[in-house]
């Protein structure tokens, strides 16, 4: 069984930047898909973007595309989000899942989860 634990979140003003890091233990990860999820007070868990276990398929919610990238480094069993240009409605806490494949955007499809990190942006 894998345990995924995120860091990185924080508190930036608009227009700033963040990296969050997901670092698995237990097993490699190199043969999953990978995603970012995140969930803000009173909403729902929501798709951020997902990446496929070479790391040459991304796919990116509506919301972040051009300003988040997802990458990975499966020797170091660590996946990455790179976010830029923050808007304060990107405010939420993030989650990082396992997955069976790459663009699987519910989080009903991921297997395992992280306990999350806190993003806040403000205005």
């Known amino acids: 069984q894998v345990q995924l634990v995120e860091s990185g979140g924080g508190l930036v003003q608009a227009g700033g930047s963040l990296r969050l890091s997901c670092v698995a233990s237990g097993r490699t990860i190199s043969s999953y898909a990978m995603g970012w999820f995140r969930q803000a007070p009173g909403k729902e868990r929501e798709f951020v973007a997902t990446i496929s276990w070479s790391g040459g398929d991304t796919y990116y919610a509506d919301s972040v595309k051009g300003r988040f990238t997802i990458s990975r480094d499966n020797a170091k069993n660590t996946v990455y989000l790179q976010m830029n240009s923050l808007k304060p409605e990107d405010t939420a806490v993030y989650y990082c899942?396992?997955?069976?494949?790459?663009?699987?955007?519910?989080?009903?499809?991921?297997?395992?989860w992280g306990r999350g990190t806190q993003v806040t942006v403000s205005s």
């Open positions: 899942a396992q997955g069976p494949s790459a663009r699987l955007t519910y989080p009903r499809n991921y297997a395992y």
